[in-house]
């Protein structure tokens, strides 16, 4: 089992959820580190960008998840595309608790963000409201 921190279509109650195969651990978590986080192109695609220090700390859920599942979350993040999300080790805290575990998580190199359309920098988590905004790349509208 491995877990896994979302921040975004992945997280329970949100529009990716159904590829998320994994169980719920604990409750509010965030990251360690202070990262930017952006709503990207017309499809709003919530990015947090590997650029330690700056942005806010990232709110999340974890969810212990198989190799199966994880494989997965790997497709829909498009791990191996040349513009697909990276999956890297980061420490989160759980906000309740203090609890601090290295997890892994999804997000996307600075060098992706020169040329990328953003539409809006949020502060610390990506929320329903965002979400209303997400257009799935296999839309078929």
């Not at 651990?25 to 960008?49: A, C, D, M």
């Not at 220090?53 to 791990?79: C, H």
Request: with cysteine.
């Amino acid at each position: 089992m491995y877990k896994v921190f979302v921040f975004g279509t992945l997280k329970e109650g949100f529009p990716n959820f159904k590829t998320n195969k994994g169980i719920r651990y604990g409750n509010t978590f965030q990251t360690k580190q202070r990262f930017p986080l952006y709503l990207i192109g017309e499809r709003h695609s919530p990015w947090l960008v590997l650029q330690h220090g700056e942005g806010y700390p990232v709110k999340g859920q974890i969810f212990n998840v198989t190799d199966q599942a994880l494989s997965a979350m790997d497709k829909l993040e498009r791990i191996d595309a040349k513009d697909g999300y990276r999956r890297i080790s980061l420490e989160v805290e759980c906000v309740e608790t203090g609890e601090s575990l290295t997890v892994y998580a999804y997000g996307k190199p600075p060098e992706m963000l020169v040329d990328a359309d953003i539409r809006a920098e949020l502060t610390d988590e990506y929320c329903l409201s965002h979400a209303k905004l997400y257009r799935s790349r296999y839309a078929t509208s």
